[in-house]
């Protein structure tokens, strides 16, 4: 504490006297630049002061002394204020550089050439008052002089003559004064030239010589190139000195002082060692009073140190200390006590707590063990496994009847003890004493004592037998479908990459096929969700009979497995494995008492011909099973390039259709129903028709079978009977003849549309008379549902609209059907009209139809109608109406407008 204070008292002081040191130097520096700015003013003002006597001089001398050297002596030698100032003489020199006259007078001089002299060259060059720099005099060798001049100009600004004065520069009358002047005892004052020429210095010997050689004094070098100020430096001597500088103005002389350093800190290193002094008795002052302070602590804190290392041997109430030291003392006993106290609870607790957990582990899987420096068990908790720990009691954990652990993973085990390193997780097995196999996992570090000596390892150890099982059965349900045991998606595609790495290496093919059920679903809608579950089971196992135990297996969810098969010298094997797989399961399933009997629609992908990847190779298999099913199910298709191109479109067209209906890109067209007894118009068809930016003008029969497979068929079925209903009111506002509008409605609309509602909606908002409107209905709405179909149906007609079957005879034909549907018309199918006049089978079943809806009072119309000889034919027959090319093509409503105009009666 003392030398903390001693140290911050002594660190203050340090940085005041250094504070005072600089304030020292600073004011010092202020007082001696003050006085060479003092002395160079005065010097400055008496060399202008003499160079304006001698331009006043110049007034009184006549022009004629000019021409008359006597009149210009005689006036010169009067001139005695100038003398007193230019105690080397006064000049009077003609314009060719003649000396005319001369003040003292010196014989044999007049008429002397000045023109070479330096003073009179440039003045007669400036034309102006001119100051020379400093010479050897030849009146006063070895004393510097100055000469002054002034131009004598007529009134054309003409060099008539030159006054010239010259001066002794240490004179008594200039620069003498100068020398008395002292800065302190040994300080000077000198003036030198930017020349470096010593023209006033208190050593003679210096005068008018370059006694300061670049470098030696910095401060003066600096004073050469414009530098003022004062600073500490080296003489040219070499001595420390405060110096300062200060340059005329009139004649770009530089004044210096310089100080020692020496005589000028003599009063400050004397201040600095009074401070010291007292500093240094003021520091032992204090370490006297700091200690007899601690002096007088420290005795019952040796007391306490005392009793707090004897602690360990004490007992009971001998643990606690009695002293009475007053103040902070008393505080930190009692503080000592209170903490003796509390270490005493906390140990009783400890020991509460370690029996606890010992009588804990006794019940929990979950235990502890000590093993001594050879690694032999000391301490074993084995838990509710309950087996005998006491055979393991001086053993080895590696000399147990372990099992589990390879050898290899022993001696790392080992190695990892003899190096003293914490384990973890290490995992072997053990039997219990009811005879079960359990997992165990083991945790250990090493111990020391207090010398740093290695004593054993103690650890805890867990039963991780239903967590191993756990684990195994959740790593397998992350790549095995639950219901089949087959691999799933993911495990499937590391199988393919597999199989594709290695048939890379061994130049071999790889097959990946698609499976689908056919009517899994009615399957599993009839018998039950268990009942398809268990055929799934089956045609898993009956896959595993089919192919090799190389090959893979997977299920992708519903109803959809794959199969890859791998090392392939050819593909022709491939077809002779998808017919084994159809003949296999084609045999009746025998599932909870009932006989089930299903095919399998399947697609192949070959690499490396079809893909080199899993995602390629099962978007083209699945491609082909696609078109296995749409060749009647129950077959196999190898993918080829037009199913990518047929798909590629596919998408194209389904794209585009998404966004067809908010572009307006649909439009209605319109084919004239004609009756044929009358020969009049009685009705049009609504054609749907698609103009896409990209694809043109789209066939029916291409977007049609998509819009109906996406659902897509749905809002545009709405549009289609909105806007025709609306068309066909506009018609008959317009004045038209009555038209019924036929529009088509498909299964999906009937499926996922409430159809009824659409209808009530779009004659509502049209205000179209609901006998104006007339269905078209195919004749597969009645193959799923057939209860629900007829209740609709009963709805619309109870609307008032018509209903008509399209496609007549194509479909699911059932005359029980046709008279609960109450339909009002049949529609023959173009491709039995088509070849009517030269196809006998053709023309009997037209008979057929017609006759058949005569007979339940049903009107029948033909469409596709082209020439004369299928009409001729058809009014044979008894039909009623007809529709074609031969009547008119398919229109637009203006265009369907003009061809009513033009085909009314009149």
Same mark, same amino acid.
């Given at each position: 504490?003392?030398?903390?204070f001693v140290?911050f008292?002594g ?7 250094r ?9 010092l520096?202020n007082q ?6 003092a002395?160079a003013?005065?010097i ?9 006597a001698?331009?006043?001089s110049t007034?009184h ?5 000019l021409?008359?050297?006597?009149l210009?002596?005689q006036h010169?030698?009067r ?12 000049s ?9 006259a001369?003040s ?22 400036i034309?102006?008052?001119y ?24 009134e ?8 010239q004065?010259?001066l ?13 002047i002292?800065v ?9 030239d ?8 208190p050593?003679p010997?210096r ?6 050689r ?10 050469l190139?414009g530098f ?7 003489t ?21 002082a310089n ?10 290193r ?6 010291f ?23 019952p804190?040796?007391?306490l140190t005392?009793?707090?290392r004897e602690?360990?041997?004490?007992t ?20 000592a006590?209170?903490m003796?106290?509390t ?9 509460e707590s ?12 979950d235990?502890?063990w000590?093993?001594d420096?050879?690694?032999?068990f ?10 005998d720990v006491?055979p ?5 954990r590696?000399?147990l009847p ?5 050898q290899?993973?022993w001696?790392?085990?080992?190695r ?5 390193e ?7 097995q ?6 079960e196999?359990?997992t ?6 090493p ?9 054993g390892?103690r650890?805890?150890?867990s039963?991780?037998t239903?967590r191993?099982s756990?684990?195994q ?7 095995h479908?639950?219901?089949t ?10 199988r ?12 071999n093919h ?6 689908d059920?056919?009517?899994?679903k ?5 018998l039950?969700l ?5 055929l799934?089971?089956e ?5 595993r009979?089919?192919?090799r ?12 497995f794959?199969?890859v098969?791998?090392d *392939? ?15 296999r399961l084609?045999?009746p ?8 009997a299903?095919?399998?629609?399947m697609?192949a992908?070959?690499?490396p011909e079809d893909?080199?990847?899993?995602e390629?190779l099962?978007?083209?298999a699945?491609?082909a099973?696609y078109r296995a099913k ?5 077959t196999y ?8 191109a ?7 067209l389904?794209g585009?259709l998404?966004r ?22 009685i ?5 749907l ?10 066939e ?12 897509l068929i ?10 025709a ?6 018609w ?8 019924t509008m036929?529009v ?5 609309q ?5 159809v009824?509602?659409?209808v009530?909606?779009a004659?509502?908002e049209?205000?179209?008379p609901?006998?104006?409107?007339e269905l078209?209905l ?9 209860e629900?179909?007829l209740a609709?149906?009963?709805g619309?007609k109870? *609307?008032?609209?018509k209903?008509?079957i399209?496609?007549?005879g194509?479909?699911y034909?059932s005359l029980?059907?046709l008279?609960?549907l109450?339909i009002?018309r049949?529609k023959?199918?173009r491709?039995?009209?088509?070849d ?9 079943i037209?008979r057929?139809?017609i ?7 049903l ?36 265009e369907?407008?003009?061809y009513l ?6």
């Amino acid at each position: 504490m003392a030398a903390v204070f001693v140290a911050f008292v002594g660190t203050l002081a340090l940085l005041g006297l250094r504070h005072f040191q600089g304030e020292f130097r600073n004011s010092l520096y202020n007082q001696q630049y003050t006085l060479v700015s003092a002395l160079a003013a005065s010097i400055d003002e008496k060399l202008l002061m003499t160079q304006k006597a001698l331009i006043a001089s110049t007034r009184h001398l006549p022009r004629a002394a000019l021409a008359d050297p006597e009149l210009a002596q005689q006036h010169l030698d009067r001139m005695a204020a100038l003398h007193s100032i230019f105690d080397n003489g006064l000049s009077l020199i003609s314009p060719d550089g003649s000396l005319i006259a001369e003040s003292p007078y010196k014989p044999d001089r007049r008429g002397r050439n000045m023109s070479f002299r330096e003073f009179f060259q440039v003045t007669a060059a400036i034309r102006k008052p001119y100051i020379s720099e400093p010479y050897i005099s030849t009146y006063s060798p070895g004393r510097p002089s100055l000469v002054m001049t002034i131009p004598l100009l007529d009134e054309r600004g003409e060099l008539r003559g030159i006054l010239q004065g010259s001066l002794d520069l240490l004179g008594r009358n200039f620069l003498a004064n100068l020398k008395q002047i002292k800065v302190g005892d040994t300080g000077y004052i000198f003036i030198t030239d930017l020349n470096r020429t010593m023209i006033m210095h208190p050593d003679p010997v210096r005068i008018m010589k370059q006694t300061i050689r670049p470098g030696q004094n910095p401060l003066y070098d600096r004073s050469l190139v414009g530098f003022d100020g004062s600073g500490r430096t080296l003489t040219s001597q070499g001595e420390p000195a405060f110096s300062s500088f200060k340059r005329l103005s009139a004649t770009n002389w530089i004044l210096g002082a310089n100080y020692p350093v020496a005589e000028a800190e003599a009063p400050l290193r004397q201040a600095q060692t009074y401070f010291f002094l007292a500093l240094a008795a003021a520091t032992c002052v204090v370490l006297l009073i700091v200690w007899l302070i601690m002096r007088r602590l420290m005795t019952p804190l040796d007391t306490l140190t005392r009793h707090v290392r004897e602690l360990h041997y004490k007992t009971g109430a001998d643990r606690t200390l009695s002293l009475t030291a007053g103040g902070e003392i008393d505080t930190l006993v009692q503080a000592a006590n209170t903490m003796v106290r509390t270490l005493d609870e906390q140990q009783q607790t400890l020991l509460e707590s370690e029996a606890r957990f010992r009588s804990l582990t006794e019940m929990s899987t979950d235990w502890y063990w000590e093993q001594d420096a050879e690694f032999r068990f000391t301490l074993l908790s084995i838990g509710l496994i309950r087996a005998d720990v006491e055979p393991s009691i001086g053993k080895t954990r590696w000399e147990l009847p372990a099992k589990g652990v390879t050898q290899a993973q022993w001696a790392g085990h080992r190695r990892a003890l003899e190096r003293h390193e914490p384990f973890k997780d290490f995992v072997y097995q053990i039997r219990a004493d009811s005879g079960e196999l359990r997992t165990l996992s083991i945790s250990g570090m090493p111990f020391f004592d207090a010398q740093g000596m290695f004593r054993g390892y103690r650890g805890v150890g867990s039963d991780i037998t239903d967590r191993r099982s756990a684990e195994q059965r959740i790593e397998f349900l992350a790549y095995h479908d639950m219901l089949t045991g087959l691999p799933n998606r993911l495990l499937m595609q590391d199988r393919v990459e597999q199989a594709v790495a290695q048939a890379q290496r061994n130049g071999n093919h790889v097959a990946l096929l698609f499976l689908d059920l056919d009517s899994f679903k009615s399957i599993n809608d009839t018998l039950g969700l268990h009942c398809g579950d268990a055929l799934l089971k089956e045609v898993a196992a009956r896959l595993r009979h089919c192919v090799r135990d190389t090959d893979t297996i997977s299920r992708q969810g519903g109803d959809e497995f794959l199969i890859v098969l791998r090392d *392939l010298p050819d593909t022709d094997v491939v077809a002779e494995i998808m017919i084994k797989i159809m003949e296999r399961l084609l045999e009746p399933f025998v599932t909870e008492g009932h006989d089930i009997a299903t095919s399998v629609s399947m697609g192949a992908a070959i690499f490396p011909e079809d893909g080199r990847d899993f995602e390629t190779l099962l978007k083209k298999a699945d491609m082909a099973m696609y078109r296995a099913k749409e060749a009647g199910r129950n077959t196999y298709r190898f993918f080829d390039e037009v199913m990518n191109a047929d798909a590629v479109g596919h998408l194209q067209l389904l794209g585009g259709l998404r966004r067809a209906l908010e572009r307006h890109e649909f439009t209605l067209h319109y084919q004239p129903q004609t009756d044929l007894a009358s020969g009049k118009v009685i009705g049009v068809e609504a054609l749907l028709r698609w103009q896409n930016p990209e694809l043109g003008m789209v066939e029916p029969g291409r977007f049609i079978p998509v819009a109906e497979e996406s659902g897509l068929i749905v809002p545009i079925g709405q549009w289609v009977l909105f806007e025709a209903c609306r068309q066909a009111m506009a018609w008959r506002q317009a004045g038209l003849p009555p038209l019924t509008m036929a529009v088509n409605f498909s299964a999906v609309q009937f499926k996922r549309g409430d159809v009824q509602q659409s209808v009530i909606r779009a004659l509502e908002e049209s205000g179209l008379p609901p006998a104006l409107l007339e269905l078209e209905l195919t004749e597969s709405i009645l193959i799923q549902d057939v209860e629900g179909v007829l209740a609709s149906l009963q709805g619309l007609k109870q *609307l008032g609209v018509k209903l008509s079957i399209d496609d007549f005879g194509t479909g699911y034909s059932s005359l029980a059907y046709l008279k609960r549907l109450d339909i009002d018309r049949l529609k023959i199918d173009r491709t039995f009209v088509r070849d009517l006049a030269t196809d006998p089978e053709d023309a009997a079943i037209v008979r057929a139809i017609i006759q058949m809806a005569h007979s339940l009072n049903l009107r029948t119309i033909a469409e596709g109608v082209e020439t004369e000889d299928m009409l001729a034919q058809l009014r044979i027959f008894g039909c009623d109406e007809a529709q074609g090319y031969l009547f008119a093509r398919p229109m637009p409503a203006l265009e369907l407008e003009r061809y009513l105009t033009r085909v009314a009666p009149g």
